[in-house]
């Protein structure tokens, strides 16, 4: 997209929504509701809003490479707290998608420099379940359920912060993991056991007394 063409595009939108309500920005402005956050991938192809038919105001996002969820990630984690301490969403979703380059080059053996330490915690996922996935002989497939089970060990660490155990606790919040399928747009719903998942971590990580 040439520069140039934003600024236009934009007022063909500004005309294109007050058109279908002559209200639709002073409803904007009064404010935000979003029953859901969505955490994703920063890849261009992967947009969370047209993926799942949002409007403006219906989904808070926050977006990185691999989709991640790091308790040291102090971004992550003050979305996080404030979708769900603030905004008070009713769900979370992790999602990932095939093809995700963060997660390929996880899997690699080479120096990437700066971002050694932010792809350490995708191998860390791969390292977790090494003997499943080093079981899959073809690379297409491994590299696939690498990236689902990266969505499902991000997942377990939203179910490891207190916001979201005393949110769920409190008024029944809940976390979901999906995957985008670039190759048929399809979303996948990995149908992550939420509560037991969250009954399991507990054991350890209870941070909501």
């Not at 102090?74 to 999602?95: K, Q, T």
């Not at 491994?142 to 990266?150: A, F, I, P, S």
Request: glycine letters at 6%.
């Amino acid at each position: 997209m040439k520069i140039e063409q934003i600024f236009g595009n934009n007022k063909k939108w500004i005309t294109s929504k007050l058109a279908v309500d002559d209200h639709y920005f002073e409803n904007l402005a009064k404010g935000q509701n979003p029953e859901l956050l969505y955490i994703g991938c920063s890849d261009s192809r992967v947009t969370a809003e047209e993926l799942i038919g949002a409007e403006p105001g219906e989904v808070f996002v926050h977006r990185n490479i691999a989709n991640m969820v790091i308790s040291i990630d102090l971004n992550a984690m003050s979305v996080i707290n404030y979708a769900v301490e603030h905004l008070n969403v009713s769900h979370i979703v992790v999602c990932g998608h095939y093809g995700c380059g963060g997660v390929k080059a996880a899997m690699e053996s080479s120096d990437l420099g700066i971002l050694n330490p932010w792809l350490r915690n995708i191998r860390d996922v791969y390292r977790i379940h090494q003997q499943e996935l080093d079981l899959i002989e073809d690379k297409e497939k491994k590299y696939d359920r690498l990236v689902e089970l990266n969505v499902e060990e991000q997942c377990i660490n939203l179910i490891k912060t207190a916001a979201v155990q005393k949110a769920y606790t409190g008024r029944g919040l809940l976390v979901h993991g999906w995957v985008f399928d670039i190759k048929t747009g399809r979303l996948i719903d990995l149908k992550i056991n939420f509560r037991d998942k969250l009954q399991h971590i507990m054991e350890i990580y209870n941070l909501s007394k």
